[in-house]
């Protein structure tokens, strides 16, 4: 099992931008698929980003063409880049490790999470 430790959150203006970096305690290199999900108040936690081990990304909808994820399995870090962010992303961002592709949610019985990083965008 991985540990993964968030950072990199922080309170931003609307149309700011911010770097969040997922530091893992062993190699990323064999973990498929690494993602970012986040969850609101009152909301469910939903994905946001996932990229595979050769590079393909995938983004919900609403943050494509603003948030970059990357992986550097150099330094076994996984960085979500955000752009001009919106009221609407502030929530608690999670890094994912192991997600199953198969499931809807991309959360499956061997995913790890770390413990989050409050993003707080305001108007």
């Known amino acids: 099992q991985v540990q993964l430790v968030e950072s990199g959150g922080g309170s931003v203006q609307a149309g700011g931008s911010l770097r969040l970096s997922c530091a893992a305690s062993?190699?990323?290199?064999?973990?498929?698929?690494m993602g970012w999900y986040r969850q609101a108040p009152g909301k469910e936690r939903e994905l946001v980003a996932a990229?595979?081990?050769?590079?393909?990304?995938n983004y919900r909808s609403s943050v494509k063409g603003r948030f970059t994820i990357s992986r550097d399995n150099a330094k076994n870090t996984v960085y979500l880049q955000m752009n001009s962010l919106k009221p609407e992303g502030t929530a608690v961002y999670y890094c994912?490790?192991?997600?199953?592709?198969?499931?809807?949610?991309?959360?499956?019985?061997?995913?790890?999470w770390g413990q989050g990083t409050q993003v707080t965008v305001s108007s």
């Open positions: 994912a490790a192991d997600l199953d592709p198969t499931k809807s949610t991309g959360v499956g019985v061997n995913t790890n």
């Open positions: 062993g190699s990323i290199g064999s973990r498929n698929v």
């Open positions: 990229i595979i081990s050769g590079g393909s990304t």
